[in-house]
């Protein structure tokens, strides 16, 4: 397990994942990590008051993180195995944009804001803080904005991509998701300026749109029954100030 600072740890327990940023219950896990210790083993590593232990293990146990088991020579005697699964840990620089993120939902809520705004910012929240927690959520927002364009697709009557393209700029217009344009038909590559999924993200080093990834290759499959595959090459996320989306037709 690694040890780091000022971090929060996710387990998976029987009754569901778990986080813990305290630095002395993250300090017990990672001592008993591979290993059961004894209680007396586990005060010594921690520097800690017998009480203050006491009360720890206690809770890393009804949380179902760790097990205690008695000494079968010495019913008096404790000791502490690990009974989850690590999972994952806070990293930066995402905790430091998803702290930004959070003071920006506060603004919003206390400004003129619409409420657009507010909703727009609440989701990059719930985004970007699976991110800040250590996970990948690419694969399944990539995945959500397929099933999104999908439904989406009904929308749209075009005939051909130019006239779907200039459907979903409209879209894209009306709903405040950005403003869509078309930088070549060969290779399709599309720019999408103020682009709702990740509008004013600092730049992290990867891009971030997955959903619009996803979105962008349900529309076509639903609307044109064209497979294709939507790979976005730059962001908010790599230092642009914009979106740019290279779009291959697969079939």
Known sequence: MLQKKNITIIFSTENGMVALDSPVKLKILDFIHGQSRSFEEVVNECCKAKSTI????????????????????????????????????????????????????????????????????????????????????????????????????????????????????????????????????????LIIYDCFDCLDMPDVGRTLCALVEGIIEGIFEASLKLQVRAKEVECFGTGHNHCKFCISILD
């Open 54 to 189: 006491s009360v720890h293990l206690r809770d890393l146990v009804m949380q179902n993180i760790i097990l205690e088991q008695k000494d079968p020579s010495d019913k008096r005697k404790k000791y502490y195995s690990l009974n989850s699964q690590f999972i994952a840990y806070s990293q930066m620089p995402m905790q430091n944009c998803y702290n930004r993120i959070m003071d920006k939902l506060m603004d919003t809520v206390d400004s003129d804001n619409s409420e657009m705004e507010f909703f727009r910012t609440l989701c990059h929240t719930i985004r970007y803080g699976l991110e800040a927690y250590g996970m990948n959520p690419k694969p399944v927002f990539k995945k959500i904005g397929n099933d999104i364009g999908q439904k989406m697709g009904r929308f749209f009557v075009a005939g051909s991509i130019e006239e779907l393209l200039t459907e979903m700029a409209g879209f894209w217009q009306l709903h405040g998701l950005g403003e869509i344009e078309i930088d070549n038909l060969d290779p399709l590559t």
